[in-house]
């Protein structure tokens, strides 16, 4: 099982791009021009994004580095007590949505420390591997089209984090509890 | 978004000010601002090389291929794209590519499916009912295989680490399907262009710092 995954994962980038070209060329597309046509909007889309993403990121660092995310872990610490959720995860249920980086190591840490039988470890993995980090998601492909009414976009990816997270610990009880 | 990014400034200013790490907020605002920048330019090579790609692919009938295959289904989620839009394509090939794992190539993708969908937007400054599903559905995060984690349990030494990936693929897809459940939902009931403009849903002071804390 895990050959074939570890074979998925290294095969998945090269087939993919060699689709492509094989594609291309079979339909006599002139794969270098167009490649260099597109290529050329890379650097837009990447200064298009940078206000959003300046505005979030700032945002955000802020709140993390004000002690907010520690104040709200201890105080929903007793609720999240009771649904047996490690006290170790916690902090990675807030910090998920806000920044794909922190989530990472807030994940690496809770590993490294608990170690590889620890059922927070199997927790802590299920809820990094099953998410996105909403906020950014939202900076990059909102900004990239200069979009700033948002509407209802941020609920739903707030309120399906959140139901991701009831939902993981729902099923690592289920499955390691 | 103008009362989320107010009150997240707002509130990490007060905390921080409580908690007597006013000087850690400070030096946040000059490492995230870098750190933006960073990301962007990060982007840049990464970027470039897969939308070249996705030239080549959209040149070659890929896009048109995989629109027609999706069709069905596409109809019925996006329901407000024309069907000669190649919108279609681009969500598919940046569903493939995260559902693989390789986000790098994901978000020029999602961007490319983002600007298709931009065309067919009344409003350039708000985000059509489309946007905001295409965006549910990326948030969510949907992976066949979580690759980031498992080089992480891996190093650990975890002796079993597949064993969360069938955990994992359930819950994303509950997130997932939640996700489009909702962006459906809510694109019936909701009226107002954006949070602000829409008097009952604009925040009280307290409540928005309930729906931030609630959201977690």
């Not at chain 1, 809770?110 to 909403?134: D, F, H, R």
Request: with cysteine; hydrophobic share 55%; glycine share 8%.
């Amino acid at each position: 099982m895990t050959k074939i995954l570890n074979l998925i994962s290294l095969w998945a980038l090269p087939v993919l791009i060699l689709l492509i070209l094989f594609v291309g060329m079979i339909r006599k597309v002139p794969v270098y021009e167009e490649f260099t046509k597109g290529a050329k909007d890379g650097f837009k889309v990447a200064i298009n994004i940078i206000p959003y993403l300046v505005a979030i990121i700032v945002a955000i660092s802020m709140l993390r580095a004000s002690g907010a995310i520690e104040m709200l872990a201890n105080l929903l610490a007793p609720l999240l007590k009771s649904w047996h959720m490690p006290a170790d995860v916690l902090p990675l249920t807030i910090v998920r949505s806000l920044s794909g980086s922190a989530a990472l190591g807030v994940f690496s840490d809770i590993a490294n420390n608990l170690g590889a039988n620890s059922y927070a470890t199997k927790l802590a993995a299920v809820m990094v591997g099953s998410s996105e980090t909403t906020f950014y998601v939202l900076a990059v492909y909102f900004g990239a089209v200069k979009i700033s009414k948002i509407r209802y976009a941020l609920i739903v990816g707030l309120l399906a984090d959140l139901v991701g997270i009831i939902s993981a610990v729902w099923v690592c009880n289920w499955m390691f509890g | 978004m103008n009362y989320i990014f107010f009150f997240l400034i707002v509130i990490s200013i007060v905390i921080g000010a409580i908690n007597g790490k006013l000087q850690e907020v400070c030096n946040a605002v000059m490492s995230g601002a870098e750190l933006s920048v960073k990301v962007a330019f990060s982007l840049i090579g990464i970027m470039a090389f897969w939308l070249g790609m996705m030239k080549i692919a959209q040149k070659s009938g890929i896009i048109d291929f995989l629109s027609k295959i999706l069709k069905p289904v596409t109809k019925v989620l996006f329901n407000e794209i024309p069907p000669e839009s190649t919108a279609v394509g681009d969500i598919a090939m940046n569903f493939t590519a995260n559902a693989f794992g390789l986000s790098n190539a994901a978000t020029p993708f999602g961007i490319k499916a983002m600007e298709e969908l931009q065309k067919e937007n009344k409003d350039k400054t708000s985000a059509s009912n489309s946007m905001c599903l295409f965006l549910g559905m990326n948030t969510a995060g949907f992976q066949l295989i979580p690759t980031t984690v498992l080089a992480v349990l891996i190093g650990i030494g975890y002796e079993n680490p597949t064993e969360i990936i069938a955990p994992t693929l359930l819950v994303t897809i509950i997130a997932f399907t939640f996700a489009v459940v909702l962006s459906k939902i809510l694109q019936k009931v909701w009226r107002g262009q954006d949070l602000p403009l829409t008097p009952t849903l604009s925040p009280q002071r307290g409540e928005g710092e309930n729906s931030l804390g609630g959201n977690e």
